[in-house]
């Protein structure tokens, strides 16, 4: 059994003896928050940009506001973040894992062998594509560009390419 040394909640997984372990990664509150931010912040400049509803700046930001709250609680964006906050990714030099103590299935990984896309999803996600067309995404993990790069040289080395 292996240990994941970031956090003191983090579940273990069972490593094969050639197995690994490269990095592990949470969600972070911060980006769910700018995420949040960043809704509101698109629904008060499209409250100003109609003119003809009159919306003037203090009306287009409180009505932003309203959008962030409404998207949290109506939407589900709460709820979600209270799912996915437990969420654990585990790379190894073979696999990804994924864990979450919240949900019944336990835990599950992609081999990175099968990893055929790796894309960032504006700042607070990632996108892995498989050979099958699964997509997995790591959400609210950052900072992304340095998890991109990380399951990149990952999955390429998985798959033998020394030409990273």
């Known amino acids: 059994m292996a240990q994941a040394d970031d956090s003191i909640d983090h579940p273990e997984v069972d490593l094969s003896p050639d197995e690994r372990l490269v990095a592990t990664y949470q969600p972070k509150l911060g980006l769910f928050l700018q995420r949040t931010l960043w809704v509101a912040f698109?629904?008060?400049i499209a409250f100003l940009g109609i003119p003809q509803l009159g919306f003037g700046l203090l009306l287009a930001l409180v009505g932003g506001l309203i959008a962030a709250l409404f998207y949290a609680f109506v939407f589900g964006d709460f709820e979600e973040w209270r799912q996915r906050r437990r969420d654990r990714w585990i790379l190894t030099n073979q696999r990804l894992?994924?864990?979450n103590p919240d949900e019944d299935s336990g835990q599950a990984w992609i081999n990175l062998t099968d990893v055929v896309r790796c894309?960032?999803?504006?700042?607070w996600a990632l996108r892995l594509t498989t050979k099958d067309g699964r997509v997995t995404v790591l959400r609210y993990v950052g900072p992304v560009r340095t998890i991109q790069a990380k399951l990149k040289l990952a999955v390429a080395e998985a798959k033998g390419d020394l030409n990273v």
Request: charged residues 20%; hydrophobic residues 65%.
């Open 97 to 99: 894992w994924f864990q």
């Open 119 to 123: 894309r960032r999803w504006m700042w």
């Open 42 to 44: 698109l629904t008060a």
